[in-house]
């Protein structure tokens, strides 16, 4: 199985910058899409972005111009760049990558981490 490592989460004042790692476990996995979900307090998770093996974004509307979400060489690592920062950022971000074992795709989940924006 795949497991999903996230890092980077902090506190950060707005107008502030953050950048979310995630890495897999294992690389002999194809992995199709990787991406991050985030669940503020009192509310559902909701998709933050999702890029795909091909390069394909798809992001939030509430995050568009501020975030940018990218993969590495291996697909095995997403990262999501945030600047402009606002407290209703404030979240647990989760990473997700869809792994296909034959003859199915199947999902996976982080442990998620911390993202505070507070002045």
């Not at 509430?62 to 950022?89: C, W």
């Not at 990473?95 to 002045?119: H, I, L």
Request: one cysteine or more; a positive charge; hydrophobic letters at 30%.
């Amino acid at each position: 199985q795949v497991q999903l490592v996230e890092s980077g989460g902090g506190l950060v004042q707005p107008g502030g910058s953050l950048r979310l790692s995630c890495a897999a476990s294992r690389s002999d996995f194809s992995i199709n899409r990787m991406g991050w979900y985030r669940q503020a307090p009192g509310k559902e998770r909701e998709l933050v972005a999702i890029i795909t093996s091909g390069g394909n974004t798809n992001y939030a509307d509430s995050v568009k111009g501020r975030f940018t979400i990218s993969r590495d060489n291996a697909q095995t690592t997403v990262y999501l760049q945030m600047h402009s920062l606002k407290p209703e950022d404030t979240a647990v971000y989760y990473c997700y990558g869809e792994v296909y074992t034959a003859p199915r795709f199947y999902d996976y989940w982080g442990r998620g981490t911390q993202v505070t924006v507070s002045s």
